[in-house]
């Protein structure tokens, strides 16, 4: 065997090579600008979807031919798509409007530096490589001023999170301003506790933010009730709260990125509620723009309906006459006159289109206002979708017909069964624990919280989840937990005092010891589905166990996942759809009921479904009911951290419950 190279010559040797990528992506970069001045002329779309599965397919199978698996080479290339998309966009827009072209741009923002808008605003101007003179202000209000006035050429207003929804004061703004909406980005929202170099998690007692994290945050804050909350105005002047204190007890909620503009450290990360919190942000200016036919568009205004019966349906009803997507509809009071309200919508349309004119003609003879508050290029590049077979992951000859079949056991000549086949076992397994039951049409309902801080509330809520229909609980989040053993016994003894099973949820693997002692079932997130070790330790186990599938695991992924507990022992294994990330959606997670189906059809483990991820208030009792119809063995329900929120969810839920049982 040759003696390894020392560990700094391959390091250096790895510094060498991404210099060398990061070379070969901007001439990718520059080769793509190319393209859309091309397209220019041609007046061709920005994007080829054709040509795009056909460049993904090809790279996928060079990719395994080098090693690499399917789904890191996609990752990979969605990226630098993505980013070729929005600069051809970028491009062509400018193009189309040169009178707007500048070397810099004076951006007004929501607060200072490091904010959640200023990192929006940084990213626009970088995306169009001009310099940003940013200028910070205090309100919406004094945004939109400092555009109107002139003193900045360019607005940034966020308009709505996929956590805690739209943002009204936004919304009244755009009512009365003569401001056009002239573009678009959405960034990835990750809020973290900052605080100074040395602190830790114990020592913090205040918290400064703005409210829209706290709302989002809501789950991770009801966790420490020793949090004093401090309000400010943005994220910056949170984090400047911090750095010009001398108290180490004090952090601020805000983005790794701008944490490092304050030299403040992540002490504890990923705080929001779900899983993909994005916020999306307009761009204000005091003039309209041109938006090229060859990039996608979306055209937002705002209309007032009469006040009779069936008047916004008929609004409405102009939109589908004319084949117009509206992707988002909000209303708003209007002020001074109580109970009408101003309707904001959004089209994927250009704003030139035949259709979209035709369409604002005839609503303008039938509302009693309407106005166009701008047209612009969408920014939401839906990746392209490859095909099972495209992406290579479908079993071969050489291994198997298809999932259930035999494959070959390293270890001998003979091939061994999937223990999670029907081949393996025809009948449909059944899991029983105390009340609940699981499995060959027994269909059980577990409601998912996090850990009351206040014991005497313990008996309370264990009695209302039992009435309303729940056999089992799901406790999360214990490791942000303060004496977190203790509580639990409480909480299981209230559990079990109303025949309620005690799940505890397993989202990082320091918290099996303590799940595996205090638990009826444990639950695997689907963040450790591909954890290997932790299934291999948790197979060896003798309670029953909840795998959740990971959002990007196909269905043959999720069932390997399975079959590393079943081979160490553990048959006790009921499955979890939380739901998937899709080529469709790029804001929150599509339930896969199709999955559903497959799994019903190749193995004979129960299947659970968590739509709580996956669906709003409106759409959950629907997905609900259809996972039930579609042989789901019971439903997983997560309930928010705040009290009222937990009442009106236990109502709502209860109402769901008695529905599927009757």
């Given at each position: 065997?040759?003696?390894?190279?020392?560990?700094?010559?391959?390091?250096?040797?790895?510094?060498?090579?991404?210099?060398?990528?990061?070379?070969?992506l901007?001439?990718?970069?520059?080769?793509?600008?190319?393209v859309?001045?091309?397209?220019?002329v041609?007046?061709?779309?920005?994007?080829?979807?054709?040509?795009?599965?056909?460049?993904?397919?090809?790279?996928?199978?060079?990719?395994?031919?080098q090693?690499?698996?399917?789904?890191?080479?996609?990752?990979?290339?969605?990226?630098?798509?993505?980013?070729?998309?929005?600069?051809?966009?970028?491009?062509?827009?400018?193009?189309?409007?040169?009178?707007t072209?500048?070397?810099?741009y004076?951006?007004?923002?929501?607060?200072?530096?490091?904010?959640?808008?200023?990192?929006?605003?940084?990213?626009?101007?970088?995306?169009?490589?001009?310099?940003?003179?940013?200028?910070?202000?205090?309100?919406?209000?004094?945004?939109?001023?400092?555009?109107?006035?002139?003193?900045?050429?360019?607005?940034?207003?966020?308009?709505?999170?996929?956590?805690s929804?739209?943002?009204?004061?936004?919304?009244?703004?755009?009512?009365?301003?003569?401001?056009?909406?002239?573009?678009?980005?959405?960034?990835?929202?990750?809020?973290?506790?900052?605080?100074?170099?040395?602190?830790?998690?114990?020592?913090?007692?205040?918290?400064?933010?703005?409210?829209?994290?706290?709302?989002?945050?809501?789950?991770?804050?009801?966790?420490?009730?020793?949090?004093?909350?401090?309000?400010?105005?943005?994220?910056?002047?949170?984090?400047e709260?911090?750095?010009?204190?001398?108290?180490?007890?004090?952090?601020?909620?805000?983005?790794?990125?701008?944490?490092?503009?304050?030299?403040?450290?992540?002490?504890?990360?990923e705080?929001a509620?779900?899983?993909?919190?994005?916020?999306?942000?307009?761009?204000?200016?005091?003039?309209?723009?041109?938006?090229?036919?060859?990039?996608?568009?979306?055209?937002?205004?705002?209309?007032?309906?009469?006040?009779?019966?069936?008047?916004?349906?008929?609004?409405?009803?102009?939109?589908?006459?004319?084949?117009?997507?509206m992707?988002?509809?909000?209303?708003?009071?209007?002020?001074?006159?109580?109970?009408?309200?101003?309707?904001?919508?959004?089209?994927?349309a250009?704003?030139?289109?035949?259709?979209?004119?035709?369409?604002?003609?005839?609503?303008?003879?039938?509302?009693?206002?309407?106005?166009?508050?701008?047209?612009?290029?969408?920014?939401?590049?839906?990746?392209?979708?490859?095909?099972?077979?495209?992406?290579?992951?479908?079993?071969?000859?050489?291994?198997?017909?298809?999932?259930g079949?035999?494959?070959?056991?390293?270890?001998?000549?003979?091939?061994?069964?999937?223990?999670?086949?029907?081949?393996?076992?025809?009948?449909?397994?059944?899991?029983t624990?105390?009340?609940?039951?699981?499995g060959?049409?027994?269909?059980?309902?577990?409601?998912?919280?996090?850990?009351?801080?206040?014991?005497?509330?313990?008996?309370?809520?264990?009695?209302?989840?039992?009435?309303?229909?729940?056999?089992?609980?799901?406790?999360e989040?214990?490791?942000?937990?303060?004496?977190?053993?203790?509580?639990?016994?409480?909480?299981?003894?209230?559990?079990?005092?109303?025949?309620?099973?005690?799940?505890?949820?397993?989202?990082?693997?320091?918290?099996?010891?303590?799940?595996?002692?205090?638990?009826?079932?444990?639950?695997?997130?689907?963040?450790?589905?591909?954890?290997?070790?932790l299934?291999?330790?948790?197979?060896?186990?003798?309670?029953?166990?909840?795998?959740?599938?990971?959002?990007?695991?196909?269905?043959?992924?999720?069932?390997?996942?399975?079959?590393s507990?079943?081979?160490?022992?553990?048959?006790?294994?009921?499955?979890?759809?939380?739901?998937?990330?899709?080529?469709?959606?790029s804001?929150?997670?599509?339930?896969?009921?199709?999955?559903?189906?497959?799994?019903?059809a190749?193995?004979?483990?129960?299947?659970?479904?968590?739509?709580?991820?996956?669906?709003?208030?409106?759409?959950?009792?629907?997905?609900?009911?259809?996972?039930?119809?579609?042989?789901?063995?019971?439903?997983?329900?997560?309930?928010?951290?705040?009290?009222?929120?937990?009442?009106?969810?236990?109502?709502?839920?209860?109402?769901?419950?008695?529905?599927?049982?009757?």
């Amino acid at each position: 065997m040759s003696k390894p190279q020392p560990l700094n010559h391959t390091r250096e040797q790895i510094t060498a090579l991404d210099k060398d990528l990061l070379a070969l992506l901007a001439r990718r970069r520059e080769l793509s600008l190319a393209v859309a001045r091309s397209k220019e002329v041609d007046i061709r779309p920005i994007r080829d979807t054709q040509r795009e599965k056909e460049l993904l397919a090809r790279l996928v199978k060079q990719g395994r031919e080098q090693g690499l698996d399917a789904h890191y080479v996609i990752s990979l290339y969605q990226s630098i798509i993505e980013d070729s998309v929005l600069n051809q966009q970028a491009y062509l827009q400018g193009r189309a409007n040169p009178d707007t072209q500048k070397q810099q741009y004076c951006v007004a923002y929501l607060g200072a530096r490091g904010s959640y808008s200023y990192l929006a605003a940084n990213r626009y101007c970088d995306r169009r490589q001009v310099d940003m003179l940013d200028l910070g202000c205090k309100s919406f209000d004094e945004i939109v001023q400092a555009v109107e006035s002139g003193h900045a050429d360019y607005g940034f207003l966020p308009i709505e999170n996929t956590s805690s929804g739209s943002i009204n004061e936004v919304y009244d703004v755009l009512q009365h301003t003569s401001l056009a909406i002239v573009g678009e980005t959405t960034i990835e929202v990750g809020h973290c506790l900052l605080a100074k170099a040395g602190s830790s998690l114990n020592e913090i007692k205040t918290v400064y933010a703005h409210p829209q994290p706290i709302s989002q945050c809501s789950r991770y804050l009801s966790l420490h009730p020793e949090f004093k909350l401090e309000y400010c105005s943005s994220s910056a002047e949170a984090m400047e709260k911090v750095i010009e204190s001398d108290d180490p007890t004090v952090a601020a909620i805000g983005s790794v990125e701008g944490g490092a503009l304050y030299q403040l450290e992540a002490i504890a990360q990923e705080l929001a509620n779900q899983k993909v919190n994005q916020s999306r942000f307009i761009v204000v200016a005091r003039k309209a723009i041109a938006v090229p036919e060859q990039l996608p568009a979306k055209s937002t205004l705002i209309m007032a309906t009469g006040q009779k019966p069936g008047a916004l349906v008929e609004a409405l009803l102009v939109l589908k006459a004319h084949n117009l997507n509206m992707s988002k509809l909000e209303s708003r009071p209007i002020p001074g006159t109580p109970w009408e309200e101003m309707f904001y919508l959004d089209l994927d349309a250009n704003l030139s289109s035949d259709s979209m004119q035709a369409a604002l003609k005839e609503l303008e003879r039938i509302t009693r206002f309407i106005k166009v508050l701008g047209c612009y290029p969408c920014e939401t590049v839906n990746p392209t979708q490859l095909s099972n077979s495209q992406l290579m992951i479908e079993p071969d000859t050489s291994r198997a017909e298809h999932l259930g079949e035999t494959i070959p056991d390293s270890d001998s000549e003979t091939n061994k069964q999937l223990r999670y086949s029907k081949k393996y076992k025809q009948a449909a397994t059944r899991i029983t624990c105390g009340q609940l039951e699981i499995g060959d049409a027994h269909f059980g309902a577990i409601a998912l919280i996090s850990l009351p801080q206040d014991s005497s509330l313990y008996s309370q809520k264990a009695k209302l989840l039992k009435e309303a229909g729940f056999q089992a609980v799901v406790l999360e989040g214990l490791s942000r937990q303060q004496d977190a053993t203790a509580n639990i016994i409480e909480f299981k003894k209230a559990l079990h005092q109303f025949d309620l099973e005690c799940i505890i949820s397993v989202e990082h693997e320091t918290e099996l010891k303590l799940a595996k002692e205090q638990a009826s079932i444990l639950l695997v997130t689907g963040k450790q589905m591909s954890n290997k070790a932790l299934l291999k330790r948790i197979g060896s186990l003798h309670i029953p166990v909840i795998l959740e599938r990971n959002t990007m695991a196909n269905v043959q992924e999720f069932l390997e996942a399975a079959e590393s507990i079943l081979e160490q022992g553990n048959q006790q294994l009921i499955l979890c759809e939380s739901g998937v990330r899709t080529f469709n959606d790029s804001v929150m997670p599509s339930l896969d009921l199709a999955a559903l189906v497959d799994i019903k059809a190749m193995s004979h483990l129960p299947i659970l479904i968590n739509p709580s991820y996956a669906s709003t208030a409106d759409t959950l009792p629907s997905h609900a009911k259809a996972a039930k119809q579609l042989s789901a063995d019971g439903l997983i329900l997560n309930f928010s951290s705040t009290t009222d929120s937990f009442s009106d969810e236990l109502t709502a839920y209860g109402e769901l419950l008695r529905s599927l049982y009757q």
